[in-house]
């Protein structure tokens, strides 16, 4: 870390924010450094990774607007918080598309000037589904692809094809819930709580690294649809903050973990 | 419910507080009415049963503080809330007695003068465990049963001979982790946030009807020491929650679900 | 409480949810019945004041979409969000109208199809602003005026007009600042925590019956300008969450407070 | 920060983490570095200080426990939660002793074997009674004194002479209340939320520099009596907070603000 900062220094570059973490059980370090100056980046990143053992990670990165595509199927909430956000510039992102197998939608991202793409389902093969879904992101060729309630599973294979730049919502509950309408089985199961989990896509579904996680307090008195409604708001919060974080650069994946330097 | 309070308002009783919730799934009607007045209560059960449709569960309680019993094992947090409050009248309990698996807790209930009873498990048969705890549980004939961290699986036998009187607290995951230390799971999986769940013992291990939930926010920056400590401090205000709730009678059970009137 | 439940019970209306409280301090009775039924309801108010003393105040309303106006100044957030959820169908609410002393908010007001109103204030007599204001408004005949970051101070004239209509959402501090740009003295003083409060106005500022309140966390780390995207999350989620609470009635004010059914 | 980190490994100490910060208004730079080694450590002090401008203020601590001294009067809450933790190893502190203007929490200490100190008030002089308090605190030379819910007010004397090393627990209102009793005055306005404040003590009451906050929900159904047992439950979790904080050497001052790396 202080060899890193003197090449940055000696660069004359400016550092602005850094952050440090060791991770105490394997050891694996890392360091997010924020820094501003003229002088020329391209060197940069050789110079860092010459000072630090072989398969250390380096990246150098300018901090600006990253492009994201937008998949969403019947739910509008989070769609809706992304669109705000991004039209008050309080994401730092072009949205670029609305990708969607339902039309519900499709006045939405209107509302907003955002091109929507409808790619439906129609019972057919997944693979070529998403062949559509792939086409239509593959035209913005997007850093990040947000499912904002893109209710369909994907392949491995899709997810391996954007790997690790898929983030996902989904709603969290105490204790879990399989099948059908989860807000149902929480109601009758009388849960005090309810939750939401943003998280990068793997593989293995809603298992990957967690960004952000809230709840919020619900009690008997709130019928099923309260409840539904109650998950919706802390969904649209929680994925507004995982975008955040991710957009400003603020979170490494480490195997299934992620630190986040906030 | 119009006909039950004139029941009580003929008797000349004072109503203070009623509650009433109409489940709108099951269409269950629950009705909790606190009131005090100097006539003789002992009609008053049959007079409200003879209102209702047969099945109808009808209890007449005074507000007075319930008996209880706290099992634990080795760790203190959960027991001392308990004892520190019950110290200061913030419980509406008399606190009997401890009885535990392991002797590490017996200067604590010695602190504030509570007999604590020593049930060892010595690798025997569950049995013969569970008999010694029922011996000195008996002993007291509690209203309710604490457990307090207590770490050893009871029998269905067990649960079913204290049906719904007994009350667990555990930490809670999103995700859920099975097996060992749960905390370093939690670390490993870099979550964001970790919770308690107070609940009545079913046979059902940790299915019960929830009575209080909640989660505090973490980071990864914490160690899994650290985790299990705000783990502790959570589940002891979790619990608190919880037996205020019983003890004050605001808490309902219908089914695998509670109502809770507070 | 007990009269009155008969009096529906005669009239054979169905009782779906019952709430009571009695404030223990003043001793005031605050009920809130819902319920269906096809029989007339026009005796209904007249029937149930006469079992009750003098004085006690009885409503009854059809749980149907109340009409508002939303006022606002330059921020969006708040606006934003009642125009979502009103074109989801997530409030029970027709957005009429909005009114604005700037022009910075006519395009989101566009968006949704909801008609824009700019009542500038040109630097000349708060009289006449508000004059202008009240006509906008009055076209209107609205049950609720929500201000939504309007952030100009209302004259007490312009309140007594709108008499306990009037629905405000700021942020909350503690410790509370005074004057400009609070963010900015939020940073300075290191506050852990930021909030917001929505509540009735009334003549004296800031200062009417609260109806909802929440908090986040914060930290040192966060500049002025994300403790005001911080304090604008908070804002507009207080903000829906008492709108929600105003419009399907379950508010009731009582001197300078509020009981509230939820 | 790289030429710190420098005299560090030049002197082969093992950093273990490192937080930063540079306060974007004030251009401060706040640094913590935790590392172990068996260098000495006698000159590391001057070196690093010789790399800065002057006026910079470098402190290298060993991360041991450190000595503590409660005050407190008649509430026992924050007083239990610090013996509590104390006796089972959750604080870095020695609780050296306990000093309350009352005899109320002597049995409390005593149940923990902690020394208490009764320094009356008995209408006199103010002088006098903070020469008492004094005199029992000087005795133990602490690192810190801890105002676990005392009650009386400091003079500005007091504060200077223990300059820095007083923190305090409040509760906080929103909005807040002068006066007596604010839970009663919390219940009459119908807050919906109330909150804790740990803080170093200035000769500015309650102004100091804010080590943490947190708030719990509430509503119109708790009587003052349940809001004040609400706001004791946040109270000590958040004094608790404050102090592992503390303890641990996490909380930096600067101004009336701290900077915390947690």
Chains 1, 2, 3, 4 share one sequence.
């Not at 197998?101 to 209107?110: F, G, I, Q, V, W």
């Not at 996680?213 to 099923?224: A, E, K, R």
């Not at 480490?254 to 330097?261: D, S, W």
Request: aromatic fraction near 8%; proline fraction near 5%; hydrophobic fraction near 45%.
């Amino acid at each position: 870390m202080h060899s890193i900062t003197g090449v940055l220094a000696g660069d004359r570059f400016n550092i602005i924010r850094n952050h440090e973490f060791v991770d105490p059980v394997s050891s694996r370090f890392f360091m997010r450094t924020e820094f501003t100056g003229d002088a020329d980046r391209t060197p940069l990143c050789e110079s860092v990774r010459r000072l630090l053992p072989d398969g250390a990670h380096v990246r150098v990165l300018e901090l600006e607007p990253r492009s994201i595509v937008v998949l969403a199927t019947k739910e509008h909430h989070c769609l809706a918080e992304i669109l705000i956000r991004h039209a008050y510039g309080e994401l730092a992102a072009n949205v670029q598309a609305v990708i969607s197998n339902h039309e519900l939608l499709a006045p939405l991202a209107r509302r907003f000037e955002i091109p929507f793409h409808h790619a439906p389902y129609d019972g057919g093969r997944r693979e070529d589904h998403e062949a559509a879904l792939a086409s239509y992101i593959d035209r913005y060729a997007p850093d990040w692809i947000i499912l904002a309630k893109y209710m369909r599973i994907l392949s491995p294979q899709f997810v391996e094809r954007y790997g690790g730049r898929i983030i996902n919502i989904h709603h969290s509950f105490l204790p879990a819930f399989a099948g059908a309408d989860p807000y149902a089985q929480a109601f009758a199961r009388g849960v005090k709580i309810i939750g939401a989990t943003a998280h990068f896509v793997t593989a293995e579904l809603d298992g990957g690294p967690i960004i952000a996680q809230s709840v919020i307090p619900i009690d008997h008195t709130q019928s099923p649809r309260e409840l539904a409604q109650a998950g919706r708001d802390i969904e649209k919060l929680v994925l507004a903050r995982a975008l955040t974080l991710v957009l400003e650069e603020r979170v490494f994946v480490a195997g299934n973990k992620t630190v986040i330097f906030d």
